[in-house]
């Protein structure tokens, strides 16, 4: 009964050892994964920190250094790296931005030419002439933008697919820990 007592605070002292530190150092203590420095208590600390900090934190960012043997049950099988997906869908989103500002420029360079080179000297069909060619600046930059931005918000969609399906079949299959 007693080492059932000790061992609650014994965690609570690492845990609260643990959360006097910067969220850098820990980031730190867990890429470097020393398994001699520090225990898997430490490390289960460090999670539960960093989660309640930073989000969710994954176990796949635990180091390839580290025992496999002590891996935690969160190590996943799985054919894409989740922090690649994100980096991928991110990019996509901003390229996606930076076509549209480009394009809705080229457009209004384009306009401003047409109109400069018209000199005031056009009826109503004649401007429609005049600016139905740079429409079409504007009309591809705005189809790349929309195309851009489906792909990195289905990118994010299919992560957390991924990442529900994973949750609750590890809620229907509990791993046994005999």
């Not at 002439?129 to 918000?153: C, D």
Request: hydrophobic share 45%; proline share 3%; glycine share 6%.
């Amino acid at each position: 009964m007693s080492q059932q007592n000790h061992a609650p605070s014994l965690r609570d002292s690492v845990y609260s050892g643990m959360k006097k530190k910067s969220t850098e150092e820990l980031l730190g203590i867990l890429s470097e994964g020393d398994r001699e420095e520090w225990t898997d208590l430490a490390f289960e600390a460090i999670h539960e920190i960093l989660a309640e900090r930073l989000g969710d934190v994954s176990l796949q960012d635990a180091p390839a250094t580290a025992d496999p043997g002590n891996l935690a049950e969160d190590d996943r099988d799985t054919y894409h790296d989740p922090n690649v997906m994100v980096t991928v869908c991110s990019r996509a989103r901003t390229l996606a931005w930076v076509i549209l500002v480009a394009s809705v420029v080229i457009w209004l360079v384009n306009v401003m030419g047409s109109l400069s080179a018209a000199a005031g000297s056009f009826a109503g069909l004649q401007l429609v002439s005049l600016l139905l060619p740079t429409a079409f600046t504007l009309v591809t930059g705005t189809f790349y933008f929309l195309v851009l931005l489906f792909l990195s918000e289905a990118g994010y969609v299919l992560l957390d697919i991924e990442e529900n399906t994973y949750h609750h079949t590890q809620l229907a299959n509990p791993i046994d820990e005999d």
